[in-house]
């Protein structure tokens, strides 16, 4: 099954509830205030909060009046540009290191979907042909570390833990001494949960990164803040006190595969310039895709009216 | 991110202050700001829209109290609305005639559930309950494995069969439960989209052969505008009978909660609080009215303070904070009516614009058995040290130490924390001068 197909059936329910709406709105016959203001319920119940909807809709209001837009269909294609401006930021291709193992570290606040995240990134790379080591680097949360190893066996990967309780910082520590003793060239860091207003727990992760850096000069090649699709206007404090302990260098959405609309990283990437790079579709280990912003806007859009009236 | 809504309110409402009566324009106004408020706390956009409605008709007409201005009432009314919606008091657990009273925690993935199962047990347990968890997620990989850990480290006893079908883990655990004589039971099931149909028919199964008395869904507070879609899904298929509101010691505003309640109708029993196990705590709607509205609770501090102070001292007091003349003497008297209002804490969080200061008060950390300790040192101070506290030298200290039946050190503390304090009621007196000086008489 095409990336595109599989992204499409993710991301069907939030079509039919939020971009369903929408083309709804766009068959509307005249662009007046009642049409904006539609629009900006929809978009803020897509999650985009207020201040991006605010934004959003002032910019559709400048475009149409420059460019003379009168039609809704002519605005919509508008609007699509808007978004895909907003969510565009070239490859959202993971960074991989040319000198020695390419480090993975993945964060998030408790419940976001951390530990399936690295599950199913690993069997990605493993299919690739790498050789992966994952780091349990949650210590914290009962019975994770046993988590992580189910994960690692499903995937073929190989695993470094300490004790429960143990300082994560020496998990990561140990983790890259062993990949590069064992030739691992991939390591995808585990981190507890943890709300991103807990300020020991921050800088715990802000000793993460210091070890990482000092055990391997140029890691982590990647921090990855994990976000749940059904989050909303919270999301933009947990990318940005995550990106202030750490600087992040993306997002993953996930649990797109439910009817939340996941708007939240239109937000985040509008006010810090984040960008989503790999999204979560479903349960199974194959359901991590990168994130396209054309697919994904394409799919949102692409609509056709039988669905639409369903 | 968003600045408190009441000071928002009060620039609305700046001019209105000579006006008996709110026009409304006005009111249009001021309710603008409370909508940007609740849509930015998460409420959903048909909620906010309702209650918008409802706040607004409420406004209009209504006559102002003498004693607050219009900007205040208004957030009074929308206090007071949202309080209701909420569901005006707090709902307790039901409890079933037959024992053991099943208790069925549903949910999204990463929600809580787990956590809290945990919580709710050692909840039960301390108010002398005997609770029973039942690990019934058998998809999630380790999911039973950390109930089975987290029963182990809080003394909570766990059933467990592996992983079968959930119903037949939840009828053992039903006839374990019997067996044991425990009178409530858990049932943790796994977590799962409100949309999977075969996953959501396994819990109606559960429901069907074991009728658990609550049906409670766990909500993360964090949760956004799809919040309505999972509840309403979930209420559906399972007619649930309440809620319970996770991860709420972070920065959320937990508008999640207010959609939940006014979509389903039920109520929101219990709050997690925090990674500890104790963090758990029963639901009350006006803090979370206070919380969503992203300001401190000033109303049933004024409430509580105007029953509970005498007027003619408080006034006194303020003169004295800030001419700074404020001695221990004075101190000692605040605590006695403080006392009467409630947890010094609690106060201070009631108090909106307090936030820049709360470093300071952590630094303080007044807690309630700190207060006898430092009731007891007062005390012990003579007259003249009460009010000249610079007079305290080493000797006088190690007889108010001995005297309160505490040490040199925590004399020494408290006159430090005194110093301290004097230097913050100043701060405040300048930055919050015009709180001080709107509530005359109120401010302890």
């Known amino acids: 099954m095409s990336i595109l197909n599989r992204l499409k059936i993710g991301l069907q329910k939030t079509r039919f509830n939020f971009m369903g709406k929408v083309e709804q709105l766009f068959y509307r016959d005249a662009i007046d205030e009642e049409f904006y203001e539609e629009l900006e319920e929809l978009l803020i119940s897509g999650d985009i909060g207020i201040k991006s909807t605010m934004e959003i809709c002032d910019q559709l209001r400048q475009g149409a009046r420059e460019k003379k837009i009168r039609e809704p269909q002519e605005l919509k294609e508008y609007l699509k540009k808007l978004l895909l401006e907003s969510l565009n930021t070239g490859s959202s291709a993971l960074a991989t290191s040319t000198d020695g193992p390419t480090v993975i570290l993945v964060l998030g606040v408790n419940g976001a979907g951390k530990t399936t995240t690295i599950g199913k990134l690993a069997h990605s790379y493993v299919q690739k042909g790498h050789k992966v080591l994952l780091a349990a680097g949650d210590t914290f949360r009962a019975a994770a570390i046993y988590q992580l190893e189910i994960w690692a066996a499903r995937a073929g990967a190989d695993l470094i833990k300490h004790q429960p309780g143990a300082d994560p910082s020496a998990v990561f520590y140990d983790a890259i001494n062993a990949a590069r003793a064992r030739g691992a060239d991939i390591v995808l860091g585990d981190t507890a949960g943890r709300l991103q207003t807990k300020v020991n727990l921050m800088e715990e992760l802000k000793k993460i990164h210091r070890v990482l850096q000092k055990s391997l000069p140029g890691a982590p090649h990647e921090v990855l803040l994990v976000i749940d699709a059904t989050t909303g206007q919270n999301g933009i404090s947990q990318a940005k006190l995550f990106h202030e302990a750490v600087p992040l260098t993306g997002l993953v959405l996930t649990k797109l595969d439910g009817t939340a609309k996941g708007g939240i990283i239109i937000a985040i990437k509008r006010e810090l310039g984040l960008p989503v790079k790999l999204i979560g579709v479903g349960e199974g280990i194959e359901d991590l895709q990168p994130f396209e912003p054309q697919s994904f806007i394409e799919a949102l859009f692409s609509l056709d009216k039988e669905q639409n009236t369903k | ?444």
Do not use: W
């Open chain 2, 1 to 444: 991110m968003f600045p408190a809504l009441s000071e928002k309110l009060q620039s609305a409402l700046r001019n209105l202050r000579s006006k008996g009566k709110l026009t409304e324009k006005d009111v249009t106004a001021a309710l603008r700001e409370v909508r940007l408020a609740l849509l930015d706390a998460d409420v959903n956009y048909k909620v906010v829209k309702d209650f918008i409605n409802k706040v607004k008709e409420r406004s209009i007409g209504e006559e102002v109290m003498k004693s607050l201005t219009p900007g205040q009432q208004v957030v009074k009314i929308v206090n007071e609305e949202m309080t209701q919606l909420m569901g005006g008091f707090n709902d307790k657990l039901k409890i079933s005639s037959k024992l053991p009273t099943v208790v069925m925690l549903v949910g999204l993935q990463g929600s809580g559930k787990t956590t809290t199962a945990v919580k709710l047990a050692k909840y039960l347990q301390k108010n002398g309950h005997t609770p029973l968890i039942a690990a019934c997620d058998i998809y999630r990989p380790a999911a039973i494995k950390q109930l089975e850990v987290l029963g182990r480290e809080n003394e909570l006893p766990i059933f467990s069969m592996g992983e079968q079908e959930p119903v037949n883990i939840a009828k053992g655990a039903l006839k374990e439960a019997r067996k044991k004589g425990a009178d409530f039971l858990l049932l943790d099931t796994a977590g799962r989209l409100h949309v999977d149909e075969q996953l959501m028919e396994e819990l109606a199964n559960i429901k069907r052969h074991i009728q658990p008395t609550e049906i409670l869904l766990v909500v993360d507070a964090m949760t956004g505008q799809d919040a309505v879609n999972v509840a309403e899904s979930f209420h559906q298929q399972l007619t649930l009978t309440g809620v319970i509101l996770t991860k709420l010691d972070g920065d959320s505003r937990g508008g999640a909660a207010l959609s939940v309640k006014a979509v389903t109708g039920c109520p929101i029993k219990f709050v997690g609080l925090g990674e500890k196990v104790t963090a758990f705590e029963p639901f009350h709607p006006d803090r979370m009215a206070s919380r969503i509205l992203g300001m401190g609770d000033i109303l049933s501090l004024i409430e509580k303070a105007e029953a509970s102070l005498d007027k003619e001292k408080g006034r006194e007091l303020e003169k004295k904070l800030r001419n700074e003349q404020f001695t221990f003497e004075d101190f000692l008297d605040q605590l006695q009516q403080i006392k009467k209002i409630g947890p010094l804490e609690q106060i201070m969080e009631m108090l909106p614009g307090v936030g820049g200061v709360s470093k300071q008060l952590k630094k303080l950390s007044v807690d309630e058995k700190q207060l006898v300790h430092v009731e007891a040192i007062i005390n012990s101070m003579t007259k003249e040290e009460r009010l000249k506290p610079e007079i305290i030298n080493s000797s006088r200290r190690k007889r108010i130490a001995r005297g309160s039946g505490t040490s040199v050190q925590n004399v020494n503390q408290l006159l430090k924390q005194f110093g301290q304090m004097k230097k913050m009621f100043k701060q405040m007196s300048r930055n919050k001068g015009k709180f001080l000086r709107g509530r005359r008489g109120f401010f302890p």
